[in-house]
Each structure stands twice: as structure tokens, then as C-alpha cells.
């Protein structure tokens, strides 16, 4: 995948994420998942992006450790939505599916980049 698919990915789930968002019912529980979830589903995207303008491998290294962590967060948010029943699973799932591939697309190329330091 190419670096501009990758940042139109990442912002195409960030805006399934706020959509989602939009969808929860107004109950105090949902808003502080809200709050969690629209930040770091928003945070793949943004520090992605930061990922494309890395001044060097540690620092490509150190924003996409970021990244992955965003995307692993939004599992859990997501996770936790369906759990408590503010949405059901079957529209979460999709969400948590990219999530997890977002997440495990970051973690190869943690990995890729820290291999390339060691030659």
C-alpha cells in the first residue's frame, strides 16, 4: 500500500469513527467512550500522517509505535461499546476488523524499520 492510500485509509476510518460516534445514544457511559474512542480513532489518522514526515528511522520508529497504539486503543473502545450493549456488535464489527488490521499493519512496520537499524 502506498503512503497516500495508507493516509486516505487512516482518515477514512477516522471519519468511521466519528460517524459512529454520532450513532451512540446520549448516555453518560457512551460519552466518556465517545470521548475516548473520537480521540484516538482520530489520532491513527493525524499521527500517521506525522508518520510520512519522520525526520529519521527512530523517529519513523517512535510515530508509528504511536499509531499502532491509537488503532489497538480503538479496539478496546470498540470492544467496549458492544460489551455494554450501547451498539451492537454487528455494527461495531467492521470498525474493529480495520482497527485490528491497522494495528497489525503498524506492528510489521515497527518491526520492518527496527530490522533495517540493525543491518
Known amino acids: 500500500m502506498t503512503e497516500i492510500e495508507m493516509k486516505q485509509r487512516t482518515k477514512d476510518f477516522s471519519i468511521r469513527i466519528l460517524k459512529l460516534i454520532e450513532d451512540l445514544p446520549e448516555a453518560r457511559a457512551a460519552r466518556i467512550i465517545a470521548n475516548q474512542l473520537g480521540r484516538a480513532g482520530t489520532s491513527v489518522a493525524a499521527n ?5 514526515r519522520a525526520k529519521s ?3 519513523m520508529v517512535t ?3 504511536t499509531v499502532e497504539e491509537e488503532a489497538d486503543e480503538c479496539a ?5 461499546v458492544a460489551e455494554t450493549g ?5 455494527q ?3 470498525l ?5 488490521e491497522l ?3 503498524m506492528v510489521a512496520s515497527r518491526r520492518t524499520l527496527l530490522a533495517g537499524n540493525r543491518k
Open 48 to 52: 500517521y500522517r506525522a508518520v510520512c
Open 57 to 59: 528511522n527512530a523517529d
Open 63 to 65: 510515530k508509528v509505535t
Open 76 to 80: 478496546f473502545w470498540l470492544e467496549l
Open 86 to 90: 450501547l451498539m451492537a456488535a454487528a
Open 92 to 94: 461495531t464489527g467492521a
Open 96 to 100: 474493529l476488523k480495520e482497527a485490528g
Open 103 to 105: 494495528t497489525a499493519m
